[in-house]
């Protein structure tokens, strides 16, 4: 008898749970109130409600998210090249808001005086020009060492990425030097070119490896002693699971570990309903995260920065993030605009309605007074609201503004509505995708909420509310599978093209890919991906161009270059056939697939769907009666017009007036206009 597979998602308010019975195919689904102070706490908290065994625990966690934007993590000393201390500081000389005379670029992740150069030098080529001086390096190790205060140590050398050999070298004497000290080294984080991008990678690797190591080490104790878990997996940036002491010594691969879950779990939903194309809209308590499943694959990328100009490279699903959530804090600025986050009520005190001792208005206690969420069936009636104490917070607003509750409730919405239209333009428009070849697919315990406004003013024509939308993130970490993903910057041309050279690399990356997986446990359902970013030579940016081979010759190379100016001309409407290819970086990803859930499907509806009864929802064209129907007892066929509610535990569907929804065989409801 196989233990159950749990997906643990831990937010910024609720921490949710998902658990799959691979015996009997059966899904289960809970949540409570997030721990900030110990995010332990919670996910132990919600785990005790589940007596059977647990065979696999996939936990998706900000802890590493959340210690750079607060910064509450380790003294970081940076180990760079004589003369390249600067690095970090000087950064780009981009800026956020070009007229603002007053603007600050980010500060890195440590400080100048916790810089140290050593005398080195590794030319572009690879050639050692200057030896690394060991006697040097043990001197830095002892005064480091004696002083006390450095906790953790990023190593970044000129060059290293071409070739490694001091950059290992230094590792090995700092190690030996310093063995309470974790060092990252910019060859094992990220082996690419550009220096500031490469030297905020890995500072920021460091900055919390010693609080990640000590929480997963934490975590593992506490779930030892409760007992009954086979074991313990932390979802990466990428989608893909890895244990959690591959979590330790690489914690900069969960930036972006949350929201992950939801694309994962969006890409097999999009096979569920034969769509190519899906737009996730994750609207959670703190934040609203979108992404894409364009042609039934996510999309990745490296481009990420956790604050502006201070950029996190490593291998990600490509997620843009808004401070747009249902906790977020509706406010008047000083221009007496209204106005509605980034700042959120957060688990405590949370929004009003609550009744924790929370004061201001929020997008929830919006969503109560204006009747679409229910005070007495919130969580599934486990959680009784405070309508009069949303309606007194949301008076805060209303008053200065001099309208009704009711009428600043709407501006609330409308608000969030069209911040939210602006993280889907970022994720559709803006990379030139079309809106109207795409379907929105709503989850989070917010998202349902919206996803028929956001239909309306986004141009999406149809939206999708899966199963289990409040724990959509903790759902998609039940079908996840071992990821590893590793790049390498190689520069060549397509004049000059070292196929020997190529090859080898190439060979290197999937050997590592594939011994980083067994190393984990991971030895069955293998399968290898590579990819070049090519671009043409001056250009800045380049393209990922898949490759579908083993082995680099005269045949193959000349198919990675044909394939380079057709992708081109379709993302930018040119291409230079006889333009010269420049290769920048080769990349492999290497994926153990792990058994896809037998999910349960719907009995056939053997009449109209029937509803529970009817309240009063206010719209923007006023008041008016919805039908309430409960989600559990619609069946596959169902069809149900607005305006409607649509009702379970953790969520509810808005269905407004000209939309009509129906509900296919795996549960998955649709919208669209009529």
């Given at each position: 008898?196989?233990?159950?597979t749990?997906?643990v998602?831990?937010g910024?308010t609720?921490?949710?749970?998902?658990?799959?019975d691979?015996d009997?195919h059966?899904?289960?689904?809970?949540?409570?109130?997030?721990?900030?102070s110990?995010p332990t706490?919670?996910?132990?908290t919600g785990?005790?409600s589940l007596?059977?065994?647990i065979?696999?625990l996939r936990?998706?966690?900000?802890?590493?998210?959340?210690?750079?934007?607060?910064?509450?993590?380790?003294?970081?000393?940076?180990?760079?090249t004589?003369?390249?201390?600067?690095?970090?500081?000087i950064?780009?000389g981009?800026?956020?808001?070009?007229?603002?005379?007053l603007?600050k670029?980010?500060?890195?992740?440590?400080?100048r005086?916790?810089?140290?150069?050593?005398?080195?030098r590794?030319?572009?080529?690879?050639s050692v020009?200057?030896?690394?001086d060991?006697?040097?390096?043990?001197?830095?190790a002892?005064?480091?060492r004696?002083?006390?205060?450095?906790e953790?140590l990023?190593?970044?050398?000129l060059?290293?990425?071409?070739?490694?050999?001091?950059?290992?070298?230094?590792?090995?004497?700092?190690?030996?030097?310093?063995p309470?000290?974790?060092?990252?080294?910019?060859?094992?984080?990220l082996?690419?070119?550009?220096?500031?991008e490469?030297?905020?990678?890995?500072?920021?690797?460091?900055?919390?490896?010693?609080?990640?190591a000590?929480?997963?080490?934490?975590l593992?104790?506490?779930l030892?002693e409760?007992?009954?878990?086979d074991?313990?997996s932390?979802i990466k940036?990428?989608?893909g699971e890895?244990?959690?002491g591959?979590?330790?010594?690489?914690?900069?691969?969960?930036?972006?570990?949350?929201?992950?879950?939801?694309?994962?779990?969006?890409?097999h939903?999009a096979?569920q309903?034969?769509?190519?194309?899906?737009?996730?809209?994750?609207?959670?308590?703190t934040?609203?995260?979108?992404?894409?499943?364009?042609?039934?694959?996510?999309?990745?990328?490296t481009?990420f920065?956790?604050?502006?100009?201070?950029p996190?490279?490593?291998?990600?699903?490509?997620?843009?993030?808004?401070?747009a959530?249902?906790?977020?804090?509706?406010?008047?600025?000083?221009?007496?605009?209204?106005?509605?986050?980034?700042?959120?009520?957060?688990?405590?005190p949370?929004p009003?309605?609550?009744?924790?001792?929370?004061t201001?208005?929020?997008?929830?206690?919006?969503?109560?007074?204006?009747g679409?969420?229910?005070?007495e069936?919130?969580?599934?009636g486990?959680m009784?609201?405070?309508?009069d104490?949303?309606?007194?917070?949301?008076?805060?607003?209303?008053?200065?503004?001099?309208?009704s509750?009711?009428?600043?409730?709407?501006?609330?919405?409308?608000?969030?509505?069209n911040n939210?239209?602006?993280?889907?333009?970022?994720?559709?428009?803006?990379?030139?995708?079309?809106?109207?070849?795409?379907?929105?697919l709503?989850?989070?315990?917010?998202?349902p909420l919206h996803?028929?406004?956001?239909?309306?003013?986004?141009?999406?024509?149809?939206?999708?509310v899966?199963?289990?939308?409040g724990q959509?993130?903790?759902f998609?970490?039940?079908m996840?599978?071992?990821?590893?993903?590793?790049?390498?910057t190689?520069?060549m041309?397509?004049?000059?093209?070292?196929m020997?050279?190529?090859?080898?690399?190439?060979?290197q990356?999937?050997?590592?890919?594939?011994a980083?997986?067994?190393?984990?446990?991971?030895?069955?359902?293998?399968?290898?991906?590579?990819?070049?970013?090519?671009?043409?030579?001056?250009?800045?940016?380049?393209?990922?161009?898949?490759v579908?081979?083993?082995?680099?010759?005269?045949?193959?190379?000349k198919?990675?270059w044909?394939?380079f100016?057709?992708?081109?001309?379709?993302?930018?409407?040119?291409?230079?056939p006889?333009?010269?290819?420049?290769?920048?970086?080769?990349?492999?990803?290497?994926?153990?697939?792990?058994?896809?859930?037998?999910?349960?499907t719907l009995?056939d509806?053997?009449?109209?769907?029937?509803?529970?009864?009817?309240?009063?929802?206010i719209?923007?064209?006023g008041?008016?009666?919805?039908?309430?129907?409960?989600r559990?007892n619609?069946?596959a066929?169902h069809?149900v017009?607005g305006?409607?509610?649509?009702?379970?535990?953790?969520?509810?569907t808005?269905?407004?007036?000209?939309?009509?929804?129906?509900?296919?065989?795996?549960?998955?409801?649709?919208?669209?206009d009529?």
């Amino acid at each position: 008898m196989a233990g159950r597979t749990v997906g643990v998602d831990v937010g910024g308010t609720f921490t949710d749970f998902v658990a799959y019975d691979p015996d009997k195919h059966e899904v289960s689904v809970w949540k409570n109130l997030s721990t900030p102070s110990n995010p332990t706490d919670g996910v132990l908290t919600g785990l005790s409600s589940l007596n059977e065994g647990i065979g696999k625990l996939r936990l998706g966690t900000t802890v590493a998210t959340n210690a750079i934007l607060e910064r509450k993590g380790a003294r970081v000393g940076y180990v760079t090249t004589r003369g390249f201390r600067d690095v970090p500081f000087i950064q780009r000389g981009n800026r956020k808001h070009h007229y603002d005379s007053l603007w600050k670029k980010s500060k890195p992740l440590m400080k100048r005086r916790d810089c140290f150069e050593v005398d080195e030098r590794i030319m572009a080529d690879g050639s050692v020009l200057t030896p690394l001086d060991e006697a040097q390096v043990r001197e830095m190790a002892a005064g480091i060492r004696e002083k006390g205060e450095i906790e953790a140590l990023a190593v970044n050398l000129l060059f290293s990425y071409v070739n490694p050999e001091h950059e290992l070298r230094l590792k090995e004497i700092l190690t030996e030097e310093l063995p309470d000290v974790p060092v990252s080294l910019s060859y094992e984080v990220l082996p690419k070119w550009k220096e500031y991008e490469r030297a905020s990678t890995t500072i920021a690797d460091s900055f919390v490896r010693p609080l990640v190591a000590n929480y997963l080490r934490d975590l593992e104790k506490q779930l030892g002693e409760r007992g009954g878990i086979d074991s313990l997996s932390i979802i990466k940036s990428n989608g893909g699971e890895m244990t959690a002491g591959a979590a330790a010594d690489a914690p900069i691969h969960m930036t972006v570990s949350g929201p992950t879950g939801g694309v994962v779990a969006a890409k097999h939903i999009a096979g569920q309903l034969g769509m190519d194309h899906l737009v996730t809209f994750d609207m959670g308590g703190t934040s609203t995260d979108c992404s894409t499943v364009v042609g039934g694959r996510e999309s990745f990328t490296t481009s990420f920065e956790i604050e502006f100009g201070v950029p996190i490279q490593v291998p990600m699903i490509d997620i843009r993030t808004i401070g747009a959530g249902g906790g977020s804090i509706a406010w008047i600025d000083k221009g007496g605009m209204l106005r509605v986050g980034p700042e959120s009520a957060g688990a405590n005190p949370g929004p009003a309605c609550y009744g924790q001792g929370g004061t201001r208005p929020t997008v929830t206690d919006a969503n109560v007074i204006l009747g679409r969420i229910s005070p007495e069936n919130f969580l599934g009636g486990t959680m009784k609201l405070d309508t009069d104490g949303a309606r007194t917070a949301m008076a805060t607003v209303a008053e200065p503004l001099g309208v009704s509750v009711e009428e600043a409730a709407l501006a609330v919405l409308k608000i969030v509505s069209n911040n939210m239209t602006g993280a889907l333009r970022a994720v559709l428009t803006e990379r030139g995708l079309d809106p109207r070849d795409f379907a929105l697919l709503a989850f989070g315990g917010a998202g349902p909420l919206h996803v028929a406004d956001l239909m309306r003013e986004a141009s999406i024509p149809t939206g999708v509310v899966p199963n289990h939308p409040g724990q959509f993130s903790a759902f998609g970490f039940i079908m996840t599978d071992a990821r590893v993903d590793l790049e390498r910057t190689v520069q060549m041309t397509s004049a000059t093209f070292d196929m020997e050279r190529a090859n080898e690399v190439m060979k290197q990356l999937v050997d590592d890919s594939l011994a980083n997986l067994a190393t984990q446990g991971y030895r069955e359902g293998l399968s290898v991906y590579r990819t070049l970013e090519l671009r043409y030579l001056g250009q800045n940016y380049e393209l990922e161009v898949p490759v579908g081979f083993e082995t680099f010759d005269e045949e193959t190379a000349k198919e990675c270059w044909l394939k380079f100016h057709e992708m081109h001309k379709a993302r930018f409407g040119f291409n230079i056939p006889r333009e010269t290819i420049e290769v920048i970086t080769f990349k492999c990803t290497a994926i153990s697939v792990n058994e896809t859930p037998k999910l349960p499907t719907l009995e056939d509806a053997g009449e109209a769907a029937e509803p529970d009864g009817s309240r009063e929802v206010i719209y923007d064209d006023g008041p008016a009666q919805a039908a309430v129907y409960q989600r559990v007892n619609l069946r596959a066929g169902h069809e149900v017009s607005g305006p409607a509610l649509i009702e379970e535990p953790a969520s509810v569907t808005v269905l407004l007036a000209g939309q009509a929804l129906t509900v296919d065989r795996h549960g998955n409801m649709s919208i669209r206009d009529t």
